[in-house]
């Protein structure tokens, strides 16, 4: 949960400039707070997770917490599965995006909350590699230039293979097509099926993406890549992937 601030929306990036006879608009925070608010906690979303149901979103931790006593939307009313609830939400990226967008600072604020959290427990959060990327997100979303690349946008990328050995009987090779085109919202998981499909990767051996040397997460968005590890470079992004064993 986020506490809610006070704020206006500003309109327009600083490298936009307003058409001839074209009418300047400001919005008020307070005018989206019903989008963008938790109806649980009060708060902004934070981990926004949507009902499948009826399409009602809240924090991912409110909303858990709330089906574990209750069997239908709080919002609506809608009953939800009755054995296992947890089976209709979905994490909704795009909403989080947005909310990060609009409010200045809060993906920094919610990292800080985290790693308070775990540093008062005695526990750590991850290694140095993670924390750095985590402030990289936090820049990206903070840098009003960097937005280039909304959720909408279609990002050109290469796509190159860096295993060249034979694995477990398998010879990893390139793409037919090393170049491509595909929506900003796609994530890794969905490269490494489409690599397993086109490529006959077996199930044995796992798929691993980088942008420009980094290694990606699997649920890392290729605009959130982009973002952090190519950004303001110009298209198309540099990607590979590497084929390994799993492990056991």
């Known amino acids: ?51 499948t149901e009826c399409l009602h979103t809240f924090c991912k931790s409110c909303i858990v917490k709330y089906l574990q006593t209750m069997k239908a939307c709080p919002v609506c009313y809608t009953k939800i599965h009755e054995t296992n609830p947890l089976l209709n939400l979905k994490k909704d990226q795009v909403m989080q995006d947005i909310v990060y967008k609009l409010i200045d600072g809060l993906y920094e604020r919610e990292q800080d909350r985290v790693a308070k959290f775990f540093a008062s427990r005695g526990m750590t959060q991850g290694d140095e590699q993670e924390r750095q990327r985590s402030h990289a997100i936090a820049a990206a ?12 946008t279609v990002i050109c990328f290469t796509l190159e293979c ?45 798929i691993d993406l980088y942008c420009d040397g980094h290694l990606l997460s699997d649920s890392m968005t290729l605009r959130k890549a982009t973002l952090i590890y190519w950004h303001p470079k110009p298209s198309p992004v540099a990607m590979q992937f590497s084929v390994s064993p799993k492990s056991s």
């Open 141 to 152: 979303y903070e840098n009003p230039n960097a937005h280039a690349f909304e959720n909408g």
């Open 1 to 51: 949960m986020q506490s809610i601030g006070q704020k206006s929306i500003k309109p327009f990036s600083n490298d936009y400039k307003l058409k001839v006879g074209e009418p300047f608009i400001v919005r008020s925070i307070r005018e989206l707070n019903q989008q963008i608010v938790c109806s649980l906690c009060a708060g902004y979303f934070i981990d926004a997770t949507t009902i």
């Open 162 to 206: 860096v295993t060249q050995e034979s694995i477990q009987g398998y010879q990893p090779r390139d793409l037919e097509k090393k170049y491509g085109r595909v929506s900003a919202r796609a994530t890794m998981m969905n490269f490494q099926s489409m690599i397993r499909k086109k490529l006959d990767v077996p199930e044995t051996l796992k």
